[in-house]
């Protein structure tokens, strides 16, 4: 095991007090994201999706804030993340949808985690392990209407597939249900450009999902939920609500859609802030480049701040001379190319000391940057930007729900 693997040497890491930085996370905000993402689907049930770490919230103790907020469930991509919330006692239901060949399925059905199926192998699996341990393997069949990716294929293929056709998965569904060694409780797909609305996609996806929901129900499956919206189309295609949402982003109080509504337009709420403390201050000559590649200098005599946050900390490279900050009160940008560990910024003649807090993104209120500002300096998404952060830097939770939850 490598030494940062070590549990004690990475808790000195990311130690507070050893730490010239910090994730900030306010999980009353997520709570209250969830609630307002349930206005917006009425009586339909919300799987809060809580991979990749939450998205760099933290993955437990956003689960719970999410189901403090009133989600039913909780969806993951990896299998091992489904796995930690078991192991932190959270018992409601939990939804995987990555899983290859090799892997031992018979722990995720012994904990009641509901697998996604894709393919044929994948339920042959799930009834092996189901055999194996005495126990009914959950289910969710993924169908892919649309997207291209994982899911079995609803739409027409190539004479040379493999076990991929939606027909095949759904009759093997049927057989080992019968059998009682399986349990289908959904079928679930996902949007190719619910982030554009208006695509003529959006519709022909429902269509298609539509139509494989009732060769299933036809077929002799019936399942409790069916659900197709993520994000962008639990806010902007209600029509597509089904009896379940998947949102994943929006739940930590970022837009989907920025280019439609803001997240203030929604009326949602960041969770995430990032902010670091000045670790050196120095005046610089006209004319003196700074960081690598002297990418930036200034005509005049200037004052510039090191900020201890880099590339391997999360901080996108791709913004460099573009990242928006504010450094002790004031609105600036990052200055030069961002290093592996830390980056300058210019603050003019503002009187900048040691120890001032820099503020990376944060809720935008007080005219602090967002998450969604760093996204366009860096010419990506939102998603991209809070999911980068990574346990180097540690986190810190506030709100009421804090101290209960995290």
Same mark, same amino acid.
Not at 1 to 10: F, N, R
């Given at each position: 095991? +490598?030494?940062? #693997?070590?549990? /004690?040497?990475?808790g000195?890491?990311?130690?507070?007090? $050893?730490?010239?930085? =910090?994730v900030?996370i306010?999980?009353?905000?997520?709570?209250?994201?969830? #609630?307002?993402?349930r206005?917006h689907?009425?009586?339909?049930? !919300?799987?809060a999706?809580?991979?990749?770490?939450?998205y760099?919230?933290?993955?437990?103790?956003s689960? %719970?804030?999410?189901?403090?907020?009133?989600?039913? &469930? $909780?969806g993951?991509?990896?299998?091992?993340?489904a796995?930690?919330?078991?192991?932190?006692?959270?018992?409601?239901?939990? !939804?995987?949808?990555?899983?290859?060949?090799?892997?031992?399925?018979?722990?995720?059905?012994?904990?009641?985690?509901?697998?996604a199926?894709?393919?044929?192998?994948t339920?042959q @699996?799930?009834?092996?392990?189901?055999?194996?341990?005495?126990?009914?393997?959950?289910?969710?069949?993924?169908?892919?209407?649309?997207?291209?990716r994982?899911?079995? +294929?609803?739409?027409?293929?190539? +004479?040379r597939?493999?076990?991929?056709?939606?027909?095949?998965?759904?009759?093997?569904?049927?057989?080992?249900?019968?059998?009682?060694?399986?349990?289908?409780?959904?079928?679930?797909?996902h949007?190719a450009?619910?982030?554009?609305?208006?695509?003529?996609?959006? %519709?022909?996806q429902?269509?298609t999902?539509?139509?494989?929901?009732?060769?299933?129900e %036809?077929?002799? !499956?019936?399942?409790?939920?069916?659900?197709?919206s993520?994000?962008?189309a639990?806010?902007?295609?209600?029509? /597509?609500?089904?009896?379940?949402?998947?949102?994943g982003? &929006?739940v930590y109080?970022?837009?989907?859609?920025p280019?439609?509504? &803001?997240?203030?337009?929604?009326?949602?709420r960041?969770?995430m802030?990032?902010? /670091?403390?000045?670790?050196?201050?120095?005046?610089?000559? @006209? #004319?003196?480049?700074?960081?690598?590649?002297?990418?930036?200098?200034v005509?005049?005599?200037?004052?510039?701040?090191?900020?201890?946050?880099?590339?391997a900390?999360?901080?996108?490279?791709?913004? +460099?001379? /573009?990242?928006?900050?504010?450094?002790?009160? @004031? =609105? =600036? %940008?990052?200055?030069g =190319?961002?290093?592996?560990?830390?980056?300058v910024v210019?603050v003019?003649?503002d009187?900048?000391?040691?120890g001032?807090?820099?503020?990376l993104?944060?809720?935008?209120e007080?005219?602090?940057?967002?998450?969604?500002?760093?996204?366009d300096?860096?010419?990506?998404? &939102?998603?991209?930007?809070v999911?980068?952060? #990574?346990?180097?830097?540690?986190?810190?939770y506030?709100?009421?729900?804090?101290?209960? $939850?995290?």
């Open positions: 095991m +490598s030494l940062s #693997g070590d549990p /004690a040497v990475a000195v890491l990311a130690a507070p007090r $050893l730490w010239p930085a =910090r900030t306010d999980l009353d905000a997520i709570a209250h994201n969830v #609630g307002v993402l206005e689907v009425g009586g339909a049930a !919300l799987m999706v809580v991979k990749a770490d939450a760099g919230h933290g993955l437990v103790p689960a %719970r804030a999410a189901l403090a907020g009133g989600a039913c &469930s $909780l993951v991509a990896q299998a091992s993340e796995v930690a919330l078991r192991r932190a006692g959270v018992t409601d239901p939990v !939804l995987t949808w990555l899983v290859a060949p090799g892997m031992d399925l018979a722990p995720l059905v012994e904990q009641d985690i509901e697998v199926a894709s393919t044929p192998w339920l @699996a799930l009834a092996e392990a189901a055999r194996a341990t005495g126990t009914v393997a959950v289910t969710q069949l993924k169908v892919d209407t649309g997207l291209g994982n899911g079995a +294929s609803a739409l027409p293929l190539p +004479s597939d493999q076990g991929t056709d939606w027909n095949d998965l759904v009759a093997l569904a049927v057989r080992l249900s019968a059998e009682g060694v399986l349990r289908v409780k959904g079928i679930f797909s949007f450009y619910a982030d554009a609305p208006g695509h003529p996609t959006v %519709r022909a429902q269509a999902f539509a139509e494989a929901v009732a060769l299933a %036809r077929a002799g !499956l019936e399942p409790e939920v069916r659900h197709l993520n994000s962008a639990t806010l902007t295609s209600p029509e /597509a609500t089904w009896d379940m949402v998947r949102p982003l &929006s109080g970022l837009s989907p859609v280019d439609v509504g &803001s997240a203030a337009d929604f009326g949602l960041p969770a802030r990032v902010s /670091a403390d000045v670790a050196v201050v120095k005046r610089l000559p @006209a #004319g003196q480049g700074v960081s690598y590649g002297h990418t930036y200098a005509d005049h005599e200037s004052t510039f701040v090191d900020v201890p946050l880099g590339y900390d999360g901080v996108p490279r791709h913004a +460099s001379n /573009a990242g928006p900050v504010q450094v002790a009160g @004031a =609105r =600036r %940008r990052v200055s =190319r961002v290093c592996m560990d830390q980056f210019d003019g003649d009187p900048v000391v040691v001032d807090e820099v503020v993104f944060g809720s935008g007080d005219s602090e940057p967002t998450a969604q500002e760093w996204a300096a860096a010419g990506t998404i &939102s998603y991209e930007i999911t980068r952060f #990574g346990p180097r830097v540690p986190r810190h506030v709100g009421t729900l804090a101290g209960e $939850l995290a």
